[in-house]
């Protein structure tokens, strides 16, 4: 018998988790959990204090980091199809949404599915609040996927030292990067200035690919923007979801780069949140990278970075494309087949669509 689907797995864990917790309780953490994601961070503890604000945090904001996560995560995978990551660091991975996320899209390693008996990926989450990750490890504990259970949660500040310490744990000599994966996702807004480039900066060192996703904010992309200059710098290659590896096109404060991911709302975050829509659109910010040699990908040609318009016998687009251009395609009736495939676009898409081995 098949193991349900990991999001149905996750949904599963999450309601069990919830189902413990005082209703007064869970409500009062969630309103300070909502006064923090909508105000100013303060950066010298923790935000999560306490098991209550940690099952509060799981049921109120992780389906949506998750879905945010495998969106930037699919988005890498497909500009690198034939590469799987045998090792994933998860820096300020908190109760685990990126690693669940990579299990989703990646499985649990390169030839897990082959019916070989090769090792899972090896997977490890650093962050300095310890009853995250005991919630964390509670939650991939009960997975069907082998790599999540066997998970590494190490606690410590989210400093240079500790991820290097937590990534060289795997065993590879230097100077290669001892991991294949790092992700850095809802974390750089908890950090000082000084703490976000130095924590970039590590998982530059430390990751043979990087994936950085905040919330898709003016002010989150501001630290998208940055991470992503300091990858480049580190002579990492952007695949998504940037074309190019050039200066960002667009003016800090006029516009910013942000995508959509759609969260199907269960009775339980309904309830949690408040709302009553069976779901929800989560807006994020990503930037995924790889060094070169260590990671086989090309760049996508050009990127959907608005939600397609549709008119009247056309469509306008709104790309990011190759070599710092951004600007808008009409694509109408007389293009045939293209007009088609223009009406069934998608915001975070490749454009023009990409054909598969199999097609003419």
Known sequence: MSSPPVEEQLRVALAGLVDGLPARQASTAVDRLIAHYRGTTPTHTPVLRDHADVVAYAAYRMPATFEAVVSALTAFADRAPHWSPASHLDVGGGTGAAVWAASLVWGDGPGADSGEVLPVRRTTVLDWAQPALALGRELAGGSASASLRAARWE??????????????????????????????????????????????????????????????????????????????????????????????????????????????????????????????????????????????????????????????????????????????????????????????????????????????
Not at 198 to 214: H, I, L, S, Y
């Open 155 to 360: 606690t410590g500040k989210l400093s240079a030292t500790a991820l290097a310490a937590a990534a060289r744990t795997e065993r590879t000599p230097a100077p290669a990067p001892p991991v294949e994966l790092v992700t850095v996702s809802y974390v750089l807004g908890e950090l000082t200035a000084e703490d976000r480039r130095e924590t970039v900066a590590a998982a530059a060192r430390a990751g043979r690919a990087v994936v950085v996703v905040e919330p898709g904010t003016p002010d989150g992309y501001l630290r998208v923007r940055e991470a992503r200059d300091l990858l480049v710098d580190a002579g990492l290659t952007v695949l998504a979801p940037c074309p190019h590896s050039a200066a960002c096109p667009l003016t800090p404060g006029e516009d910013w780069c942000h995508f959509a991911a759609r969260v199907s709302r269960s009775s339980l975050h309904r309830q949690v949140k408040g709302g009553s829509l069976p779901y929800e659109d989560e807006k994020f910010s990503y930037v995924a990278a790889m060094r070169p040699g260590a990671v086989n990908g090309t760049p996508a040609g050009a990127r959907i970075v608005r939600k397609p318009q549709l008119r009247k016998g056309q469509v306008l687009l709104d790309l990011c494309g190759a070599g710092e251009v951004m600007g808008r395609t009409t694509v109408s009736k007389r293009h045939g087949a293209l007009y088609r495939e223009a009406r069934e676009a998608a915001w975070g898409g490749v454009w023009p669509p990409e054909q598969g081995p199999d097609e003419p």
